[in-house]
C-alpha cells in the first residue's frame, strides 16, 4: 500500500515539474520498457519463485538461482547487441537509459522473487517499500531540485533499484550464499523456461490490453 501510494503522489510532481511531451514520452517508453522486461526475462521471476518453494534442499536452491541468472545473463547480452544494431539506424531518445532501466528493473523483479522463494518474505516487502521512498527522494532531488527533466526520472528509478538492492544484499548476501557457476544446469534452465514462457505469453497478452493503446495514441 505505501509504495502503490508513494507511485500515485509521483504522478501529479511530475506533471507539475516535466512538459506535457516530455512525460508523454517518458510513460509510453515506461510501458515498453515494462512490456520488454517481460520478454527479455521471460517472466522467470514467477518461474524462479515456483521452484524455490518446492526445493528440498539447499543445493537445490542454488541450483535454481544460478541457472536463472545464467539465462538472464545471456538474455541481457542479447538486448545490448539488439540495443546497439538499433542506435545505428535510429535515433531514439534515451535508449541506453531505458536499457540500463530494463536490466535493473528485471534484476529487481528476480531478487525480489527470490527472496519470497527462499522464504524471507519481509525482506520481499521491505524491498518493495525501501524502493518507493528511495525513489521518492531521488525524483525530488533529479526532477525538482536538479530539474532535470525526464532524465532526472530515468536516474532516479535506476538509482532507486540498485540502492535497494544492494543495501538488502549487503544485510542477506543471497547472492553470495547461492549464487555459483558450478551450480550451473542446462536441465534446471529448460525447466525454468519451460514454466515461465507461456506466463511470457500471458504477459504480452494482458500488455496489448491494457496498454498498447498508448502506442496508438501517441502515434495518431
Not at 539447499?58 to 541450483?63: C, L
Request: some cysteine; charged content about 10%.
Amino acid at each position: 500500500l505505501g509504495s502503490k501510494l508513494i507511485t500515485f503522489m509521483l504522478v501529479p510532481l511530475y506533471t507539475f515539474f516535466i512538459a506535457a511531451e516530455e512525460y508523454g514520452y517518458y510513460d509510453i517508453s515506461l510501458s515498453i520498457t515494462l512490456v520488454l522486461m517481460g520478454v527479455v526475462c521471460v517472466q522467470m521471476n514467477d518461474g524462479i519463485f515456483r521452484f524455490l518453494i518446492d526445493a528440498k534442499d539447499e543445493s537445490e536452491k542454488k541450483n535454481f538461482i544460478s541457472s536463472v541468472y545464467s539465462i538472464l545473463f545471456r538474455n541481457y547480452l542479447i538486448l545490448c547487441g539488439i540495443a546497439y544494431v538499433l542506435s545505428l539506424f535510429f535515433t531514439i531518445p534515451y535508449l541506453w537509459v531505458m536499457v540500463i532501466l530494463l536490466i535493473l528493473m528485471g534484476l529487481y523483479e528476480i531478487q525480489t522473487n527470490i527472496y519470497r522463494g527462499i522464504g524471507l518474505n519481509k525482506y520481499f516487502a521491505i524491498a518493495g517499500i525501501l524502493t518507493s521512498f528511495l525513489l521518492f527522494a531521488l525524483v525530488l532531488i533529479f526532477v525538482v531540485w536538479l530539474k532535470m527533466g525526464i532524465m532526472g526520472i530515468f536516474i532516479a528509478h535506476i538509482l532507486a533499484r540498485i540502492l535497494s538492492l544492494s543495501i538488502i544484499e549487503l544485510k542477506l548476501g543471497v547472492l553470495k550464499t547461492y549464487l555459483s557457476i558450478k551450480s550451473i544446469s542446462s536441465a534446471t534452465s529448460s525447466k525454468l523456461l519451460k514454466y515461465s514462457f507461456p506466463l511470457m505469453i500471458n504477459g504480452l497478452c494482458w500488455w496489448v490490453i491494457n496498454s498498447s493503446n498508448k502506442v496508438f495514441i501517441s502515434n495518431y
